[in-house]
């Protein structure tokens, strides 16, 4: 035990000088989590967001369209700087919630670069990380809302089918299909350039580190989940954790940030998050 509490605390220790560097330099400008701000305020002027832009042009958009038109209306009377401030308010309680609500072991898994990294750029692959935790244990409609952002976390559902979690599955099957209606009987010409833009980047690497087609890496991570489906438990969800990882779009260094997700499975015990979350409902 006290060799472990000597390793979270030097792993705390390098973990909050990341933090200080991220906050004291980075965190002095705005990151990736404009570009979504921006689609919004261009959605809300009446000019597209989608502009063929490369994967790796700084403030691209190229998510679904349901993110942006879901801050629009924000933009009119939010001021840009109030929601990056907000925006990193919840990235850093989101990587407090994945380390057990601890600051020491928040601190201890920023030291994971892949997390620290994240924090620098300010994507979404915390909150996919989240959405996986959640998901798998009280509120399944979480890996909907991520995948019309991210596509990846739609692989629960698949998750939930293999589990026979079937009223799981069908809440977030439906959650998702809801949103995407909306989006699309708002505004179908969105989904239309969407589509357009994306077309010709499945059969690239991107800026992944693994040089793979997106497609590949997809059915990879689809074989990874439904392994994961038959065995379940904790080894099941953690086979989740890396297949949503796996079949992520954008997996350049901070898109292993997703794997953040295997550390509260792992502390959940033998019968990881679900079955811990059975057994909270059933004391209750």
């Known amino acids: 035990m006290r060799s472990e509490r000597l390793i979270v605390l030097a792993l705390a220790a390098f973990g909050g000088i990341l933090l200080v560097v991220i906050i004291g330099t980075f965190w002095q400008q705005p990151n990736d989590s404009l570009a979504y701000w921006i689609a919004a305020e261009r959605l809300m002027a009446g000019e597209p967001i989608y502009t063929g832009q490369s994967v790796v042009e700084p403030y691209a958009y190229h998510y679904p369209p349901p993110l942006a038109q879901a801050l629009a209306p924000f933009t009119l009377f939010v001021p840009a700087l109030l929601y990056v401030i907000v925006y990193r308010g919840l990235l850093l309680l989101t990587t407090w919630d994945l380390a057990g609500r601890r600051m ?43 995948a019309v952002i991210k ?15 079937w009223r799981d599955a069908a809440i977030a099957s439906a959650v998702g299909l809801t949103i995407v ?34 497609m590949v890496r997809a059915v990879i991570g689809l074989g990874l989940v439904v392994a ?5 438990r904790r080894n099941g969800e953690l086979l989740l954790v890396a297949g949503v990882t796996a079949a992520n779009p954008n997996l350049a260094l901070a898109g292993f940030a997703v794997l953040a997700a295997a550390v509260p499975i792992w502390r959940a015990g033998p019968g990881g998050i679900a079955e811990r979350a059975r057994l909270e409902r059933a004391a209750l």
Request: aromatic share 14%.
């Open 151 to 165: 596509v990846s976390p739609g692989l629960g559902v698949v998750y939930l089918a293999l589990r026979r979690r």
């Open 228 to 232: 994961g489906g038959l065995i379940g």
């Open 181 to 214: 209606a909306v989006s699309f009987a708002l505004d179908p010409s969105l989904w239309q350039s969407f589509f357009e833009q994306v077309a010709g980047q499945a059969g690239v690497a991107g800026n992944s580190l693994i040089p793979l087609p997106y």
């Open 104 to 146: 020491l072991w928040m601190l201890a898994l920023i030291a994971f670069v892949p997390v620290a990294i994240e924090l620098r750029f300010e994507n979404v692959q915390l909150f996919m990380a989240l959405a996986i935790v959640l998901g798998l244990g009280r509120w399944p409609w979480a890996f909907a809302v991520m």
